[in-house]
């Protein structure tokens, strides 16, 4: 492992990052990216890294696929950044990049990780049936007036689930719940001022009560892995807490199902540790958008292909 950068972070991006061709230029330049592709595709017992490399899109959408698919990549670009000298030393990753970060910080093997979020992928597909929850993005509006929506919608939908589900940034937070519930929460949110309310296109409703049955499945395949204590801070989604226990790791994974991603709350713990540069591993750079939104003050480079990595490189002096 190369040398920590001191007040480096490294973070994953989570679900919706996903696209045809992401991590093929990483594999052809560096063995060791093509090497963790060769290992997904072993611990899958399919082509995984024709999916990322090729597609078709619609295929790399179910959530099964994306999840694995996602977090391949990112272990790909993170073992690269390792290699060339980029070492963290906190990590965080948004929902299923919590799992990219683990595997980064030596809490779980690859291999398990892998086969671990095709899984859970797996279990929150199959926990609520199509159409019947829903997600919406919130732009621009105070948590306090969202939860109150969401209590509001519920109160005209009894027995129904409306909750926020991912809090990212001062200005978007997403709610997640029964269909009608969160519609309702999403007119509730325009009329209290919110500048958008954006209903998702998403195949279940992430991160709320609805996906119960789905952490009880996870629980018990989580529970029959070997966890290791992170070699370096772990922030927890479910807590905006620095783990550095084993099974404090398996237990806010576990928790994380249910409930809400604090990502604002996250970063801002990050800063106040020390953390003074980040780089996002892995397909797209949405965190990266969502740090300016926090801190403006903190800078972020985003590592998928040949050409960020250079820049990455050229930003830390390499």
């Avoid at 594999?27 to 078709?56: K, M």
């Avoid at 909750?163 to 969160?182: F, H, L, R, T, W």
């Avoid at 070997?226 to 398996?250: G, W, Y």
Wanted: with cysteine; hydrophobic share 45%; glycine share 8%.
């Amino acid at each position: 492992m190369a040398n920590r950068i001191p007040g480096l972070v490294m973070l994953f991006p989570g679900q919706g990052s996903q696209s045809a061709g992401m991590g093929k230029e990483l594999a052809l330049n560096h063995l060791v990216a093509r090497r963790t592709f060769e290992e997904a595709d072993e611990a899958l017992g399919y082509s995984l890294s024709s999916l990322c490399y090729e597609g078709p899109d619609e295929e790399l959408r179910l959530t099964e696929k994306t999840q694995p698919a996602i977090l391949t990549v990112s272990v790909a670009a993170a073992r690269v950044l390792a290699e060339v000298g980029i070492a963290p030393s906190f990590v965080a990753g948004h929902s299923l990049g919590e799992y990219s970060a683990h595997v980064v910080a030596g809490t779980l093997s690859f291999a398990d990780a892998v086969r671990t979020v095709r899984n859970r992928g797996k279990y929150m597909q199959e926990a609520v049936p199509v159409g019947v929850g829903a997600m919406a993005a919130i732009l621009m509006l105070p948590i306090e007036q969202i939860r109150e929506a969401c209590a509001e919608a519920i109160a005209l939908h009894p027995g129904e689930c409306c909750e926020p589900a991912n809090i990212n940034s001062p200005g978007q937070v997403v709610i997640s719940g029964s269909k009608a519930a969160v519609e309702k929460a999403a007119e509730l949110c325009k009329q209290k001022g919110a500048k958008r309310a954006v209903m998702l296109p998403v195949s279940a409703p992430f991160h709320c009560a609805l996906m119960q049955p789905a952490q009880d499945r996870l629980a018990t395949d989580l529970a029959a892995l070997t966890f290791n204590a992170p070699q370096v801070p772990v922030l927890c989604n479910v807590e905006a807490v620095a783990i550095t226990e084993a099974d404090k790791s398996r237990e806010t994974l576990i928790r994380q199902v249910t409930g809400a991603v604090q990502w604002e709350a996250s970063m801002k713990t990050l800063i106040a540790q020390g953390a003074t540069h980040f780089v996002e591993a892995g397909p797209g750079a949405v965190l990266t958008g969502l740090l300016r939104q926090i801190d403006k003050t903190q800078s972020c480079v985003n590592v998928e292909n040949e050409a960020t990595l250079q820049k990455a490189k050229a930003h830390f002096g390499i």
